[in-house]
């Protein structure tokens, strides 16, 4: 591995890492807010986006780790 490769997985291991605490805080229920034109919404409203918004951030670190593993990254 040169060091630009390096560098970029050093990067997306970086941003892998940025995603998975979104993704944790979101699956915790706690730490999330939706506010559309300066109004919070009801906790109806925030439980509809929960889902959606998890399914968002998982399919961003499948996609790191693609890149990753094309890297020779073992998944560990």
Excluded: C
């Amino acid at each position: 591995m040169n060091r630009q490769q390096i560098a970029t997985a050093y990067s997306l291991f970086s941003k892998r890492d940025q995603v998975q605490r979104r993704l944790d805080t979101v699956l915790s229920g706690s730490g999330v807010a939706l506010m559309l034109t300066g109004d919070y919404q009801e906790p109806a409203v925030l439980a509809a986006v929960v889902d959606p918004l998890a399914d968002h951030f998982r399919k961003e670190l499948e996609h790191i780790d693609v890149q990753l593993k094309l890297m020779g990254w073992s998944g560990e």
